[in-house]
C-alpha cells in the first residue's frame, strides 16, 4: 500500500462573548469566506447564530482556520481510497472489502488471524 498525506481545511465562524476572558462563546461551521452553513445546524443553532449576528456589540467575530494532515492510502485489493488512522489495535481495515492493514499500510496475514 502506498501511504499519501492530504491536508484537510476546517473554517467556523467564532463568536467570543466581550464580557468574559475568552472562554465563552459560539462557533459555526462556514466557508473559506466565513460564510455560514445553515445545511445540518439545528433551530438553536441557528436561533443562536442569528442572536450573535444581532449583537455585534456583544461579540468579538472572526473565522477561524484548522489544518488536520490525513495519511491515507489505496486498498491492494479493491483501490478504494482508506483513511489510516489506526482503530486502537494498530491496524485499520478498508471501508469497502473489509481488508485489514496494519498502521504500516502491510496487510495482516489472514493465516494468523485463523482464517
Known amino acids: 500500500m502506498k501511504r499519501m498525506k492530504k491536508t484537510i481545511y476546517e473554517y467556523t465562524i467564532e463568536f467570543e462573548d466581550k464580557r468574559d476572558d475568552g472562554n465563552t462563546g459560539f462557533s459555526f461551521p462556514c466557508d473559506e469566506n466565513g460564510k455560514i452553513k445553515l445545511d445540518g445546524l439545528s433551530d438553536c443553532a441557528i436561533a443562536n447564530y442569528n442572536k450573535c449576528e444581532s449583537h455585534p456589540e456583544k461579540f468579538y467575530k472572526y473565522v477561524k482556520t484548522e489544518s488536520i494532515a490525513v495519511v491515507y492510502g489505496t486498498c491492494d485489493n479493491c483501490g478504494a481510497e482508506i483513511s489510516m488512522n489506526d482503530n486502537g489495535h494498530g491496524e485499520f481495515v ?22
Do not use: A, L
Request: charged share 20%; proline share 9%.
Open 94 to 115: 478498508c471501508p469497502k472489502c473489509g481488508r485489514r492493514y496494519y498502521t504500516s499500510g502491510t496487510p495482516v496475514n489472514s493465516i494468523y488471524m485463523g482464517k
